[in-house]
């Protein structure tokens, strides 16, 4: 198994955390991973993107030109990494962040509506978390456990209190997804 994957949206969603977050979890399922973020004054409110790797055998190279999965958060990644995702691959987007929607045929698309489940929770910060949630149950290529374990890894210990929190936003999220 191999998934290479971009996550794609506007600084302050948690792009770069949930790449994180896939990779240490690989990482803590005994997975070969690769994290490459990419930003600059995005990490403001501008795009910002990460790929991540996750493969059973070794990784050659973290550079890649197309994807198995595109999680897309927001208009302008849509119409940058669509075309990027290769014919088979899945699309996975947030409602609110698209405008117009994805258009090709060749690929699996779902739409999360996490940032709706996320005021509905009544925490904005649990967003990617949500998201995170809809990417695991179409593309189970990591376990709960491993996630739990790399939110403690990630997270400082003051706000380990949030994990059962967190938890809960990743089971909500699969539970939202839907095939479009």
Not at 32 to 43: C, D, F, I, K, R
Not at 85 to 107: E, F, W
Not at 125 to 147: D, H, W, Y
Request: hydrophobic share 40%; aromatic share 6%.
């Amino acid at each position: 198994m191999k998934k290479e994957i971009i996550i794609s949206g506007f600084g302050g969603q948690g792009v770069l955390s949930m790449g994180k977050i896939i990779a240490y979890s690989g990482l803590m399922d005994d997975k070969e991973v690769t994290w490459m973020p990419a930003y600059g004054p995005e990490q403001r409110g501008g795009t910002a993107n990460v790929t991540v790797i996750v493969s059973d055998d070794k990784i050659s190279s973290p550079i890649l030109s197309s994807y198995d999965v595109a999680i897309i958060l927001n208009q302008p990644s849509l119409e940058k990494f669509e075309p990027k995702l290769k014919p088979g691959g899945i699309l996975i987007y947030d409602g609110y962040g698209i405008i117009n929607p994805p258009t090709r045929k060749d690929i699996t698309v779902y739409r999360v509506n996490a940032m709706d489940k996320a005021a509905e929770m009544k925490n904005s910060k649990i967003f990617n978390m949500i998201v995170l949630g809809g990417f695991l149950k179409v593309c189970p290529v990591l376990s709960t456990a491993g996630i739990e374990k790399a939110l403690r890894k990630t997270l400082p210990e003051r706000h380990h209190a949030l994990i059962p929190l967190n938890m809960q936003a990743l089971e909500e999220g699969g539970k939202i997804i839907e095939k479009m």
